[in-house]
């Protein structure tokens, strides 16, 4: 039971902290100990990613990411990209309930934490040269579902946000 509380805690400070006007809030990590003007190409690699998400995070990670004057590469790239989702469930007795696999018989409100790490490393040598996440709190009622064209413009804002320090080319 302390670790659920400790965990919402954590969820509700960063999220609080770091939040600009988004759903979603952004917390670097790691930030600049690479040579980051040798950096032009990258790949994506997604981990524990729900599958009606991992289309649309990447696509709006890459839109921002090609902003910053890199470009997705799928030989010979300088940098890897690792996109894992995480999930916190912040009532003890949800535990065992999955809120992506959506049942119809169920009559309770989930609440969680949606989680994506931001993991940036040298391909070749694997040294972390950026890190951070992005993350929502979650609170959804029987019936509910995820609405792409409503998240979309908040994933980008929050890639955007969290990736301010990364320098652009």
Known sequence: ??????????????TACTQSGSQIGTAPRLCCPG???????YRVETENMPGFL????????????MQKGLRRDAGGQDLHVLLR??????NPEQQSIDPLVRIE????????????????SEAQ?????????????????????MHEERARPEFLQAFTTVLESWPSH
């Open 1 to 14: 039971m302390p670790k659920v509380f400790i965990a919402l805690a954590i969820a509700l400070l960063l």
């Open 35 to 41: 040579d980051y003007a040798r950096y032009h190409t």
């Open 54 to 65: 991992q289309r649309y995070v990447v696509d709006t990670f890459d839109t921002v990411f």
């Open 85 to 90: 989702y995480n999930h916190i469930n912040l």
């Open 105 to 120: 018989a169920l009559t309770v409100e989930l609440n969680y934490v949606a989680e994506i790490e931001i993991e940036i």
């Open 125 to 145: 040598t694997r040294k972390v040269v950026w890190a951070g996440t992005i993350s929502r709190i979650h609170r959804v009622s029987p019936g509910e579902y």
